[in-house]
């Protein structure tokens, strides 16, 4: 019998065996360093990142929650406030604004499962201070339209750009259009290190030297408290991975926009399937594909096809989005979101993939809708 292929959704261990050697020297140098906490890979890892970005500075932090709380904390935003977020995220973008006191105010999504940046401004009322879009699945958002929104009504951006490092809207990063950005290294994140892990980015200085502070128990350089903070730092040992990592970072991406269109092309004539936009077709987004979400009609039906034939797949969220959770009480009707959780999935994406990887998959989604 011939053995069926399998494409498990994602491959944990080939984070670590795919660069086996180069990461023991890393750990080995640290250890033997004793370099574990606020150490010169951190300050390292964040000089390259700023760079890497096109920012003034990158912070590291605990993880992108803690980057996104204390980029509003940073920004004044706090009680009495309103920040316009888009339900299709993970619950941290929302939760983040519940932490700092503020009140989250959900969006609607657009056919490319982003923020529908047109319904945007009729959301802003008097207690309006920012909008935080979500750059998911590894494209920004229409950033031209949320910057004249925001400049109308004098509000700050605060960009969840966890999911797209490297991404880019007309030549710009993710994660560099407001007064800060967060970013994840989440294992599964296109730069992942060995746990949690995440910094921001900013150009705006009062907003770097207060995160530096917050995250670190409020300590200033000479050890004194000067506020209450979080422990809230990036791992010296993570720093180094990531610094690491970052080295073959565009080749990364470069699969990934590569896995993308061999998807694009073998699935774009299936009509019962949307997919999200080709790579190298629209010279105004430059995505990095953290994810590769597709909607499709028997959804239910197609995974669990899918799941017999060897193929992992994943619902993000679980299924829901943030306003479908009843228990955190949001009273509002976003009908693109609503018809978009009937039908998303993500399939495979990530560099583990071999290009028979992805034929295989699109040889049985196909196969699924013609039988
Ligand atoms: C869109 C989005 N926002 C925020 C986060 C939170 O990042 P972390 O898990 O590093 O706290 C994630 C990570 O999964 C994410 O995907």
Redesign the pocket.
Known sequence: MVKQRTVPFFNYPHIFTSQEDGMISVIRDVGRRGAFIMQKDLSEFEGKLAEYVGVKHAIGTA????A?LMSLMASGIGPGDEVIVPSH??V??VAAIHHAGAMPVLADCGPDHLIDADLVEALVTSRTRAIMP?Q?NGRTADMDTLLSIAERHNLVIVE?S??ALGSKFKGRCAGTFGISG?F???PS?TLGCFG???ALVTNDNDVAAQVRLLRDHGRSPDGKVVCFGFNARLDNLHAAILNFKLKTYDQEIARRRELAAMYHSQLKDVSELMLPPPPNVDLVHYDIFQNYEIEAERRDELRSYLNKQGVGTILQWGGYTVHQFEKLCFDVVLPCTERMTRRFMLLPMNTALADEDVDYVCKKIIEFYIS
């Open positions: 993880d992108g929650t803690m996104l995220t993970f941290a973008s979500v998911l969840d966890c999911q967060a994840s290294f989440f994140k949690d892990g995440g």
